[in-house]
């Protein structure tokens, strides 16, 4: 069975797309206090909610509100070839098989609560950022690094 590169690329990019999005990075010589404010400023500047908090560990569930997903559809075309191989000595010719199997998968435009879960974690003189965002959120929240930049703090990705 031969395998197609291409097809496997597009499926991989697909999977990135609609698997929503992880972004994990590194506040240098911050404490969880000083940054925990500063995530909340965030939220609430940009018209996010909270639905969960809890400070002592540092655990949050933001809700970013409703987007629209436009309608998708895919298709995978699989096409298998067998050829059987004729008796040396029977001056046949060869015979060959053909199977193209078509899968469509159909998605209709809606809307999606875009939400992410954010933990907040101390690691020695550093804080820990992990943010998890839904299929809806996508890279929603990857401008709170550039936000914690602006007021001084030293980003990196982890």
């Known amino acids: 069975m031969k395998i197609n590169i291409k097809y496997i690329l597009v499926v991989l990019v697909l999977a990135l797309f609609v698997s929503g999005c992880k972004t994990t990075f590194v506040i240098r010589g911050a404490t969880v206090s000083q940054v925990i404010p500063i995530f909340k400023d965030y939220v609430g500047f940009h018209g996010y909610a ?22 998708t559809s895919e298709t995978e075309k699989t096409r298998t070839v067998m050829n059987i191989p004729s008796n040396a000595n029977s001056y046949q010719p060869m015979t060959a098989y053909e199977q193209t199997t078509w899968n469509t998968v159909s998605n209709p435009a809606h809307y999606e609560d875009a939400t992410a879960v954010v ?40």
């Open 50 to 71: 909270m639905r969960y908090q809890n400070d002592l560990t540092g655990s949050y569930n933001v809700d970013m509100g409703v987007v629209y997903v436009p309608y």
């Open 119 to 158: 933990n907040i974690l101390q690691q020695g003189s550093d804080v820990l950022v992990i943010i998890d965002t839904n299929d809806a959120g996508g890279s929603s929240m990857d401008d709170l690094r550039d936000y914690l930049q602006t007021l001084g703090y030293k980003v990196e990705n982890q």
